[in-house]
């Protein structure tokens, strides 16, 4: 498999798939910058599926070459650098960071960076691996902690969110979380296999039942918070009072 295809897939836009609830979650008609968009996968169904007309950025060159197929346009930079967006002219309505800020040395900063190319309205929206899986805890506790070429513990993967950090996170680039969704895998994932019978069976049923590790991703739709002008109108009276002055003066 080469660089370009490692994560091209296809999906059931109607399935319960991470891909699938983050396109629904972008909505239709939209103008879309979908960050790291890989070869396509999912700016081919945002605007097959959902009409909407897709700006792509990714690094890869030939994976983006791919992905023209599905965008109106697609901006070779690597995210990892600053102002790698800067050739964009436009503002968008929806921001897309599907499984892209774990790659990346500085998520928090690139996320800023890309809110100045969103709407006054729009939403971002944002999918990442739950570092609190599980199935990560069963691992560590066997003393393992395995990087894999796919997966939750995918060796590209260089930042770990939980759902908390996450949400703080966009809090603190001036974001406020208005959804959240969870694709949750049960107690256990095959993925950690190996390491479920080397648990003692007091540990092996805490695990069963620690709800925060259910989660094999985690969801986020975040918007620019509603600014509302506290300063008291004047009531009737005050107005009556203002013209009354007014009139006397």
């Given at each position: 498999m080469t660089d370009a295809l490692k994560y091209d897939y296809a999906f059931d836009p109607n399935d319960d798939s991470t891909a699938a609830r983050v396109c629904r979650l972008?909505?239709?008609r939209k103008q879309v910058l979908e960050l790291g968009c890989a070869a396509g996968a999912m700016s081919k169904v945002?605007?097959?599926?959902?009409?909407?007309a897709v700006t792509g950025v990714e690094f890869n060159a030939e994976a983006a070459q791919l992905a023209r197929a599905f965008c109106k346009e697609v901006l070779v930079a690597d995210l990892d650098q600053a102002d790698s967006l800067r050739a964009l002219d436009q503002s968008f309505e929806v921001l897309v960071f599907a499984d892209v800020l774990e790659h990346l040395r500085d998520p928090e900063a690139r996320l800023r960076e890309a809110l100045h190319y969103l709407s006054p309205t729009g939403h971002v929206v944002v999918s990442v691996?739950?570092?609190?899986?599980?199935?990560?805890?069963?691992?560590?506790?066997?003393?393992?902690?395995?990087?894999?070429?796919?997966?939750?513990?995918?060796?590209?993967?260089?930042?770990?969110?939980?759902?908390n950090t996450l949400q703080r996170m966009l809090e603190r680039v001036g974001l406020e979380v208005d959804h959240i969704e969870t694709i949750d895998t049960g107690p256990f994932h095959p993925e950690f296999a190996a390491y479920w019978d080397?648990?003692?069976?007091?540990?092996?049923?805490?695990?069963?039942?620690?709800?925060?590790?259910?989660?094999?991703?985690?969801?986020?739709?975040?918007?620019?918070?509603v600014v509302i002008d506290d300063t008291p109108s004047p009531s009737l009276w005050q107005r009556v009072q203002q013209r009354l002055r007014g009139t006397s003066s």
């Open positions: 972008v909505g239709e945002l605007s097959q599926h959902y009409h909407c691996p739950n570092i609190a899986h599980n199935g990560v805890l069963a691992q560590l506790w066997c003393g393992e902690f395995n990087y894999a070429e796919t997966g939750l513990l995918d060796r590209t993967h260089i930042h770990f969110f939980t759902a080397q648990l003692p069976p007091e540990i092996y049923t805490l695990f069963q039942h620690n709800t925060p590790g259910q989660p094999y991703q985690i969801i986020m739709r975040a918007k620019r918070p």
